[in-house]
């Protein structure tokens, strides 16, 4: 995994712009994975910015996001659909069309947890997958004992999840926070070509530690991303302060191939190669 360690949650929302921004315009990633929480709020702030300056089009962007909560209205202020309409969606030249989002209030569970993986695989599959990562290493709504295997489906959340959201979304009220949600799974999330995951702040570093450095487990279902060929992480100093290889990730940080490249280069010269 790429591992980029930032000062600060601005630097962190501003790196991860950079590459979102990259993919985006460089044709790579026009089918994007998105996530919601207070995680991607900066980053969302930068893509709107960017889209304002010029800088990024979203015209034939398609987009499917993690989760969304069982029970909960699209319009509903506290829906997953109605907080990317707000930061992200509302603000930029995406086609609401090519927004496609779990229905928390489908009569099918199954069929609307098989429908998106086959939305999913229709466009060629998820490009880029940025995730974020709860207290309890979950990404999408995957809890601690998800198969690392899971598809689309059902989730019941973590008591940690409910009482993170409640004091975030819900005004502290851990009551209003639904029990459940509909989520990517963690092989449906493995499946992209490539996964940016974004986290900040020392309640995030036990999480980030089993993810990077622990074992591959179910415990953590961010640890499944050991096995995925294309991972960076942005973290911020925090997130990332227990971390046992931390002097070696920014030994290997942007720039490390290039001066590689450049090492090689005049070692060969050096050599009379050609
Ligand atoms: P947060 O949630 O961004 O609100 O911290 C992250 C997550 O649960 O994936």
Known sequence: MNVIICKDKKAVAKEAYRIVRDRVMNGRAKVLGLPTGTTPEGLYAE?????KKGEIDFSDVHTFNLDEYIGLDPKDPQSYRNFMDKHLFDHVNIKKANVDFLDGLTGDIDRECARYEEAIVSLGGIKLQVVGI????????????TSLTSRTHMITLAQSTITDNANLFFGGDEDKVPRWALSMGVGTVLDSDEVLMIAFGANKADA???M????????????????????TVVLDEAAASKLKYRDYYHRIAPGNEEAMLKFLAAARKKAGRR
Do not use: C, W
Request: hydrophobic content about 30%.
């Open 134 to 145: 709860g207290r309890d290493g979950h990404i999408g709504f995957n809890e601690p004992g």
């Open 212 to 231: 990077l450095e622990g074992p591959i487990t179910s415990m953590n279902t961010s640890s499944a991303l050991q096995l995925h060929p294309n991972v």
């Open 208 to 210: 980030i530690h089993g």
């Open 47 to 51: 893509l709107v910015k960017g889209y």
